[in-house]
C-alpha cells in the first residue's frame, strides 16, 4: 500500500496542480468586478487537494507504513482509473457548451454508472438532485456565476 498511496497522493497533487494553472482559468468567466469572482471557490478545492496531497505523500513517506508488505502496482490499477479522468475531463468542456445543469447531470449519471449504479430513477433522482442543490447554492445564495 506505501506505493500506491505514494502514487495516489502525487496524482491528486499533479492534477490539482494542473487545475489550478490551466484548467479554472481557461473554463472560468472572468471576474465582472461585483461579489466573489466564480474562481474562488475552485481554487480554494484545488488549495485543499494540492496541500492535503502533499501533507499526505510527507506522512506516508516518513512512517513508511505498510512499505514491507509485497503489493504492486499494476498497469489494471490505473487502467480502472481512465474513465473517472476522461469523465472529469471531459466535464469542463461539456458544462461550457450545453450550460450547468444538463452537464451536471450527465456527469452525475456517468460517475453513478461507473460505480456500479443501474436503478433509473436513482439515476436520475441522485443526479438532478445533486446539481439542482448546487445550483441553488453557488447561484441563488452565493451569487456565483456558473458556465
Known amino acids: 500500500m506505501y506505493w500506491v498511496n505514494i502514487v495516489s497522493y502525487a496524482f491528486c497533487l499533479i492534477f490539482s496542480a494542473s487545475a489550478l494553472v490551466w484548467i479554472i482559468p481557461a473554463y472560468c468567466p472572468p ?11 475552485p481554487n480554494i478545492l484545488c488549495w485543499t487537494i494540492l496541500i492535503a496531497s502533499a501533507m499526505g505523500i510527507v506522512k506516508t513517506w516518513k512512517s513508511g507504513d505498510g512499505r514491507e508488505v509485497k503489493n504492486p502496482i499494476t498497469l489494471r490499477v490505473f487502467l480502472r482509473l481512465i474513465p473517472f479522468v476522461a469523465v472529469i475531463g471531459l466535464s469542463f468542456p461539456l458544462m461550457r457548451i450545453i ?12 460517475f453513478q454508472l461507473l460505480l456500479g449504479e443501474r436503478r433509473i ?11 439542482l442543490v448546487y445550483y441553488a447554492v453557488f447561484w441563488h445564495g452565493l451569487k456565483i456565476m456558473l458556465p
Open 99 to 110: 450550460g450547468f445543469i444538463p452537464g451536471g447531470i450527465l456527469v452525475m449519471i456517468a
Open 31 to 41: 471576474f465582472e468586478g461585483t461579489g466573489i469572482a466564480s474562481t474562488f471557490f
Open 121 to 131: 430513477i436513482h439515476l436520475v433522482a441522485v443526479s438532478a438532485g445533486v446539481v
